[in-house]
């Protein structure tokens, strides 16, 4: 069963990105945006590694509008997608960028 307010993928320093490739993509390296926080990879869902993030980091992840996309990822819901397979109106295509998935 899918939803309309499903997360399907994240906006992330102008790449979409499926929920396994956002958690490796954070800027988690030295002298990164999130410096020494460690990718936790498969060890908590990708919503609460990027919920803990936000809170450690003083972002407010409930309003989206008060961060960049370039700095956090920003998510992308189900009903933004479009049929799966098929260009945005922009001309991006809803696959991953990092792992090529067909998003959605
Ligand atoms: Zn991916």
């Known amino acids: 069963m899918t939803h309309p307010t499903d997360i399907v993928a ?7 990105l499926c929920p396994d490739c956002v958690a490796p993509a954070l800027a988690t390296g030295p002298g990164e945006d999130f410096d020494g926080w460690g990718t936790v ?11 803990e993030i ?9 309003d989206e509008t008060t961060f960049d996309s370039d700095y956090f990822p920003k998510v992308v819901f189900r009903d933004a997608m479009g049929e799966p ?3 945005f109106g922009d001309g991006e295509r809803h696959t991953c960028d990092h792992c090529d998935e067909v998003l959605g």
Request: proline letters at 7%.
């Open 10 to 16: 994240y906006d992330y320093k102008a790449e979409r």
């Open 41 to 51: 990879g498969d060890a908590i869902p990708v919503e609460q590694n990027l919920t």
């Open 54 to 62: 936000a809170y450690a980091f003083g972002i407010n992840r409930g």
């Open 85 to 87: 397979g098929s260009p």
